[in-house]
């Protein structure tokens, strides 16, 4: 099933600070797995998350290149920390700031998914990440080809990340650090 294309409402929703978003993920996107609060949050019934890519809510200001990071790191087994906005069943939007982990089989030696906790961002932290995301938005945007895009707003986040001298977990911390 292709991921929906509901127009953005503006609206911003907001989830309780104490509540935890959790959803698992085969390797290849696929929701395995989504919590009662991921439900609530996004609008979604748990059968319609449920064996769909996690892309459903992937809100259309989000950058690409940021989500291309984020697979080829958890991809080698690592993981990572990111602020993602995304979009609600209804065109809503919301803010996490994420943790996205690799899961093993029992062995520990074969990775069979992913596993992300998402609780709510500083609201110091968005006000700087937001400015850089649209940045990075406005860069992919000037391409016809979404690839060529995906590439120029990657190379904007590496030459970023290259002129404060740090990767980008660095950068995430140093948001937190300072929110």
């Not at 292709?2 to 953005?8: C, D, N």
């Not at 259309?60 to 990572?80: A, H, N, Q």
């Not at 069979?112 to 968005?126: D, K």
């Not at 995301?133 to 030459?159: F, P, T």
């Amino acid at each position: 099933m292709a991921r929906p294309t509901i127009p953005p409402t503006g609206v911003e929703r907001t989830f309780d600070p104490a509540d935890i978003i959790v959803s698992k993920t085969d390797l290849t996107g696929v929701i395995t797995y989504a919590n009662r609060v991921f439900c609530d949050v996004a609008g979604y019934e748990e059968r319609e998350l449920v064996g769909q890519q996690h892309n459903i809510v992937r809100h259309p200001d989000m950058p690409r290149c940021v989500f291309k990071y984020l697979w080829d790191t958890i991809s080698t087994g690592k993981e990572i920390f990111a602020f993602v906005l995304n979009q609600a069943k209804n065109g809503d939007h919301y803010w996490v700031f994420a943790h996205v982990t690799p899961s093993y089989d029992t062995s520990g030696a074969n990775l069979i998914g992913y596993h992300s906790v998402r609780r709510v961002p500083e609201p110091g932290a968005l006000a700087v990440v937001s400015g850089l995301y649209q940045q990075i938005l406005a860069e992919e945007q000037k391409h016809q080809s979404a690839k060529e895009g995906m590439d120029a707003g990657l190379n904007l986040l590496v030459s970023v990340l290259e002129e404060k001298g740090m990767g980008y977990d660095e950068l995430i911390f140093t948001l937190l650090g300072s929110a």
